[in-house]
Structure formats: structure tokens, C-alpha cells
């Protein structure tokens, strides 16, 4: 698993771009390229294997590029490992906010050099130049400030000045944790966090989602640019899956005030239940926004202003399967840009 998580740390913050390419300084420019996969995917390599891909292709995205020549890494020390995980969302700043688990985050690079089973940070400036920093850590000598929670950090998400993120119960105890955490409950849980400083602090609902006793699960947020800018209307959307079910990946939608209330209480989430799109309060009439029947779900979901279409990452049964998608609306119809299956492999040969 320590392997594993190297990896994740290696690739899930890898900022590609092609030489000669003009990059403005702005933290704007970052947030679009950290959260466009159009962007991020612009380089020289040319992966078009599209092996199993369960949409036709896309009408407006030719295809994805991955540049692998050219990346940025943080958060890793060679042979010491680091931190993995690290979703993303754009705050009302315009800086880019993430989070870790199990190390030291961007101060620390490593399994154990300033290490918490939980971490949030900021990224700073533009490729090739880009700097990441420990906000919520190690205190004080690796982050701005103390962590004070267990946990790891699934979907981020931005909204009138608040920054969210879920948060499950695999807390992995270790004498080397600045925050000592109790044994991995089970079933696992999970909860969702909010803070209203930027990540300085951080709330845990007084609430928790069973993972074996709730039917649904988080799986992402749809973000929908810095804090939210370009939302259509005053809900948050976010995918979610059912426990037991492969390759279906639902759609629920929940007002921006009811944010921090318990889904479970009846009104609170809304279940995209068919085309028109149709909405309900009852999950039995949900009905899934994006199938695959090899297993791949939705893992990240960001809106293009610009092409004025949702982008969709994946992930299948594997941890290297990987696929992008698009769609001009939440529920689709979507189509494929790129499916890969084995990102790591290519990595490697490049």
C-alpha cells in the first residue's frame, strides 16, 4: 500500500504543458488548469486507446493529450514515498485548495517527515513554478496550522467563501502522526467537513454516513469554477454511488443551505430520477446518470465555461484504469474523450 500511495502522490498532482507555451502568473490560470482536464490533458503525446469505453466519442473534444515529459512533482521525497489522495476545488481566493492523506503533505514529502492521517493545502503560482503549501498539518513546523481531526479527504468543493470536503474514517495510526487517531471504525464512516477560513480550521458534521448501511455513497462533487462562479442555479450537485452496484454512478442535487444537514433526513437530497430532467426526493426512483458495465465510475466532475460542457474523470476496478468524458449536461447524454488502461504503464515508457 505505501507503493500505492507514491504513486497516487506522483500522478494525481503531475501539471503537464508544452514547451513554449506562454503560462500566465495568475493563481486564476492555475485554478483553470488544475481543474479543466481539457488543459491539464494538452501536451505531446498522442493516447488514443480508447479499449472498452462505454460511450461513443466526444463531438467536441477530439481527444486527450497526456504531456508526461514535463512534470511538475510534489510532495514526494525519492525512496521515502508521500502522501496521496489529493482532490481539488477552487476557493473564493483563486487559489487552488487540497487535501492528503497519511504524511507529510508538501513540507514534510514523505510517509513520516511531518505526517497526519489528514491534511489540507494551498497550491501558489503557475507551472513550471508552482508551490504547494501545508495549511491544516503538522503544527508548527510543517503547516500553517495544527490539524486537529482524523481521516482522509474524498471530493473538495468551494461555495460562498466555504471550503467542503468528505471525509472517511481510514484514519491509519502511526506513532509518526501529529494527531493520534483511534482504530479504523467498522463499518466505516463517513462525514463531511467545512471550513469557513480558507482550511485554517475545519468541522466535522455531527452526523456520519455508515459505508454498509447507507445506499448511497459520496463519490464527487460537480465544481463548477472558483467558489462556484458559474453554477446555473442555487443547488450543489455531486455523484454518488449505491453499495453493491458496479458501474453506476448517480446524480443528487441539495440546496447550497442545506449543505451541512444530514442526507438522510427526507427532503434534504434530491435524486436525479430520470430525463428532463426529473428530480425526487424518493431514492427508490433514482435512476443512474453514468453507466459502465466494466466497472468504471465517476471520480471527478469539473464545468468548462469555455466549451461549455462537463467533464468527467473515471476510475475502474484498477487503480492505473482511467478514462475522460464529456457531456453538456450533469446527467449527459455523455460521450468519450480518452479511456486508458493503465495510465502507469505509459508513465513509465515516457
Not at 291 to 302: E, S, Y
Request: aromatic letters at 12%; proline letters at 7%.
Amino acid at each position: 500500500m505505501k507503493r500505492a500511495a507514491c504513486i497516487f502522490a506522483l500522478t494525481a498532482l503531475t501539471l503537464g504543458q508544452t514547451p513554449h507555451q506562454h503560462h500566465p502568473s495568475s493563481s486564476e490560470e492555475l485554478a483553470k488548469r488544475l481543474e479543466d482536464p481539457k488543459v491539464i490533458t494538452t501536451g505531446m503525446s498522442s493516447l488514443n486507446a480508447q479499449t472498452g469505453a462505454p460511450y461513443g466519442p466526444s463531438p467536441v473534444v477530439q481527444g486527450a493529450n497526456w504531456d508526461f515529459d514535463h512534470l511538475v512533482r510534489l510532495a514526494n521525497t525519492p525512496g521515502q514515498g508521500g502522501s496521496d489522495l489529493w482532490p481539488t476545488t477552487t476557493a473564493a481566493d483563486g487559489n487552488v485548495y487540497t487535501g492528503w492523506g497519511d504524511g507529510g503533505g508538501f513540507s514534510g514529502a514523505s510517509d513520516n517527515t511531518g505526517r497526519v492521517s489528514l491534511g489540507f493545502g494551498r497550491l501558489i503560482g503557475t507551472p513550471p513554478q508552482v508551490k504547494g503549501v501545508n495549511v491544516w498539518g503538522y503544527y508548527p513546523k510543517y503547516a500553517e496550522h495544527p490539524a486537529t481531526f482524523c481521516g482522509k479527504p474524498g471530493s473538495m468543493f468551494s461555495t460562498g467563501g466555504v471550503l467542503y470536503a468528505w471525509v472517511s474514517s481510514w484514519f491509519n495510526e502511526s506513532a509518526a502522526n501529529f494527531v493520534h487517531c483511534a482504530p479504523n471504525p467498522h463499518p466505516a464512516e463517513h462525514r463531511l467537513a467545512w471550513s469557513r477560513d480558507l482550511g485554517a480550521t475545519w468541522t466535522l458534521s455531527p452526523w456520519k454516513l455508515d459505508r454498509f448501511r447507507s445506499p448511497l455513497v459520496w463519490a464527487c462533487f460537480l465544481n463548477y469554477g472558483a467558489d462556484n462562479s458559474n453554477a446555473r442555479d442555487r443547488y450543489v450537485h455531486q455523484y454518488w454511488r449505491i453499495q453493491g452496484e458496479s458501474g453506476n454512478t448517480y446524480l443528487v442535487r441539495v440546496r447550497v443551505e442545506d449543505l451541512q444537514k444530514d442526507p438522510r433526513v427526507p427532503g434534504v437530497y434530491e435524486f436525479y430520477a430520470g430525463p428532463g430532467p426529473t428530480w425526487s426526493v424518493e431514492i427508490s426512483t433514482a435512476r443512474p446518470a453514468f453507466v459502465d458495465t466494466n466497472g468504471r465510475g465517476i471520480t471527478h466532475v469539473v464545468y468548462d465555461a469555455g466549451l461549455r460542457r462537463f467533464i468527467a474523470s473515471v476510475q475502474g476496478r484498477s487503480v492505473g484504469e482511467t478514462g475522460l468524458f464529456d457531456a453538456p449536461e450533469p446527467w449527459g447524454p455523455w460521450t468519450t474523450e480518452n479511456v486508458l488502461q493503465n495510465i502507469f504503464a505509459i508513465m513509465r515508457r515516457q
